[in-house]
């Protein structure tokens, strides 16, 4: 009876809809994706290429805790395998420790229902972040029981436990639907884990392919899952190619996943885990130069206008490279015809870039301005005499829609050597920025290090200035005969202690595995400190601060820091760096800070260690002109108020006179000492 109750619970929730189990359903968007791995015994998963779990780019785990109604030890002779509950606490521990989370999963199969809900409850009691079932119709899984498990089994886990964060882990191709009951164990699930293992379906069509076993997987959660926003965590083939893994993972961001799994630790390729640190970086979809439109464009030349059926956008064909016409006045503007255009299948235009190749030669409609294409960026020609004097004189000028240049962008790719025309100085260009090359011998260095191209691009005069003189944030730099690393965070810089904590970083997205070295010396002139508004954290901290200034202000209220969002005082986005990285930034504020409440109008300054409310726009303008305030005037979260009566007294004896300057107040009762004409300071008595 029981069962019957929980099931039939479980069913009136489903039936309404709505009911989300205490668990957001709304797959994150994804920025970045989180690298997750599979142990499936640690006697076949350990230590694999890596030992270290410290040194791989996972940030979870999937530990397999038991199958059926026995624990792993029954099969894996490690130590570490789970012999219950509390075996598995000391291994959530121990991953914690290294910034690792833990996730259970398990097989279930059997009919003794009771034991199986039971050691489901104890792994989740565990404090575990989640509890995947490994659902499959074959022989040594749930087989024959699977639908049956999914009802007296699964639902009933759901109804007791209805605060669960549940998965699912699935064949995701169609005939296994039916006998695994797919679609009843992911009807209660918070997450879909599909298992894309595109070298184990070899000759099985869309399945065998890395891009299309995750697109077709998602796309099939409409019929498994219908109305429902599942977390999508594909699992993929960790025994594979770099490329075809890379594959997957585009696919996986398409979908909108925020997080993949790999199966397993223990034969995940080096080029994998290599792949998997790197996928952060963007990639610039650059010209080839033979561009794939040339074999299957019915108007394949340059100047061709190409529509995809199932879409009305306009896009024009240049130099390997397509660029969109927003409206039909961008059209007019660019000389064309509205019919002027030819058919293409769907999908079609995304296989071609974005950026066209070297040497290109680009107007925007309307504008007198031409740009030349080097490096994967585009570089204003600021006259026709410095046209010629590149070469380019005689070559074609392409027209395109009024913004089409927005997508090409202002900053060469990694490793690029400039030097302006007309200039003998040589640049680097790493990590967004640009470095100077103090000498041939130090190029030739880099250049040995694979740090720097060996053919440097002529740009037209002035050009480097586009070209930002401090890294990208998230940038992982270090130079050249040294080996201290260092992360470029809010336009700062933050030394990395360890791996351990680089690693970390990185795979909370806050620095790039790739590692930038540049020309020694160079990152001396990189400041120390963030650049105003920044929302900053340190690693393992819970602590949030607004920079401004050069200080650091706690932010400890909610509403006050969302106020100091809207109000444009600070980033949305939070950045991430080293313990201990802000012990170096001084708490504000400081001696002399004009501050102002975010909710409030009246300026306060910090004299003394106390804080005094300016009364006036004259009384500011002589504190500032007497160097006893220093502008801006930083907006905080407060709340601010002038100190208690005796916290004036503080200033006695400092040397700070700020009454002929502030002219404070006689009747202020917190001005300080001798600021009151009235006042006989101990000095003057007899």
Known sequence: MRRFAAALALLTMLAVGGQHFGVDFTPRPAKAIEIETVVWQFAQDYPGVEGDDTLLPVGTVHIKTHDGTDWMSTYDGNSKAVTGPASLRRLIADYNAKGIEVVAWFVPKGVDVERQVAMAEAVLDTGVKALYADVEPFDGFCYWDCNYLAEQFWWRLRAERPEANLGVIYDPRSWTWQDSGT???????????????????????????????????????????????????????????????LAAMDAARSAGSSRVSIWRRGVVRPEVWEAAWNIWEPTQAVASAWP?????????????????????????????????????????????????????????LQTVADVPWDGTLLQEAGSPTVYAVYAGAKFAIPSPAALYAMGLGFQQVHTVAPGGLSQIPNVPREGTQLMELGSATEWQITAGARFPLPSPEVRDALIGAGALEATPYIVPLGSLAQIPTTPHDGARVREFSSSAEWQVAAGAKFPLPDAMVRNQLVRKS????????????????????????????????????????????????????????????????????????????????????????????????????????????????????????RLPIVKVSGPLSEPDITARKRCAGSGIDVCPVARWAAANPFAPPGCKPQETQPSEQR
């Open 292 to 348: 794939s439109y040339w074999v299957w464009s019915p108007c394949p030349w340059d100047g061709c206008i190409l529509k995809e059926e199932s879409s009305p956008a306009l896009y024009v064909l240049y130099s390997g490279a397509k660029f969109h016409i927003p409206s039909p006045d961008a059209l007019a503007a660019m000389g064309r015809r509205p019919g002027d255009y030819w058919i293409v299948g769907a999908g079609m």
């Open 510 to 629: 806050a620095l790039e595995w790739r590692l930038n070295i540049v020309p020694d010396g160079t990152l001396a002139a990189l400041p120390t400190a963030p650049r105003d508004g920044a929302r900053v954290q340190e690693l393992a901290s819970n602590a949030e601060w607004q920079i401004a200034s050069g200080m650091k202000f706690a932010l400890t209220d909610a509403g006050r820091r969302e106020a100091l969002i809207a109000a444009g005082s600070l980033s949305a986005e939070v950045t991430v760096v080293p313990p201990g990285a802000l012990g170096a930034i001084p708490e504000g504020p400081q001696e002399g800070t004009l501050l102002q409440e975010v909710s409030g109008t009246t300026p306060f300054v910090m004299r003394c260690g106390s804080l005094y409310r300016i009364r006036d726009n004259a009384q500011l303008d002589r504190l500032v002109a007497g160097g006893l305030a």
């Open 183 to 245: 679609w009843k164990w992911l009807s209660t699930a918070n997450a879909a884990l599909p298992m894309c293992y595109w070298e184990l379906y070899t000759d099985q069509g869309i399945w065998a392919d890395p891009s299309g076993c995750v697109s077709q997987a998602h796309a099939d959660l409409s019929w498994l899952a219908p109305g429902r926003q599942l977390e999508y965590i594909p699992m993929l083939e960790g025994d594979t190619s770099g490329d075809k893994f």
